[in-house]
């Protein structure tokens, strides 16, 4: 991968470093270190279909699972003539995970165990904010419920649980 040199791409490359690093991403992830984390992280979306094909097959989706994404959700440059140039922004990191069959049936257990896993990762997330190398990001939020895919389409993309986190910097 390249290595960026502007402020949004290296904010963007110290987000990631920094979800690779959590244990509880990692645990999430089922990673034993960095290296085996970051291969669960992807920006702006998955890599495509096998193939060149429009849709993933449900094998190639199962072996994704889980993953995360980071997104740009906005981006700011403030031009002062006092301080100079400065940016902001915010990520967006969506987490997708498949449901563990043993509690499928039971959507109160499915939550919890989900909630656990992304509430937990956000802590984290937040506890290391400032560290060397990492974004020293302002506030992280759920933007909204944790969706499980449909029924209807658990046939095309299995069952499925995702929550979308949003990282102010």
């Known amino acids: 991968m390249a290595e960026p040199t502007s402020s949004l791409g290296k904010a963007r490359k110290h987000l990631r470093t920094q979800l690779a690093d959590s244990a509880a991403f990692r645990s999430w992830a089922g990673a034993a270190n960095q290296s085996q984390a970051l291969a669960h992280i992807y920006y702006e979306s998955l890599p495509s279909p096998a193939g060149g094909a429009e849709s993933y097959s449900s094998t190639e989706l199962t072996a994704l699972w889980p993953y995360a994404v980071i997104y740009v959700n906005d981006y700011t440059v403030l031009v002062d003539s006092q301080d100079g140039i400065s940016d902001s922004g915010e990520f967006g990191i969506q987490l997708v995970q498949d449901i563990d069959t043993d509690i499928a049936t039971d959507p109160d257990e499915v939550a ?29 939020s759920l933007a909204g419920p944790p969706q499980r895919a449909k029924p209807d389409d658990e046939e095309g993309i299995g069952d499925e649980i995702q929550a979308e986190l949003l990282v102010a910097w």
């Open 112 to 140: 919890i165990d989900f909630d656990d896993a992304y509430a937990t990762i956000m802590t984290e997330l937040g506890d290391s904010r400032g560290t060397a190398g990492y974004l020293n990001f302002e506030s992280i």
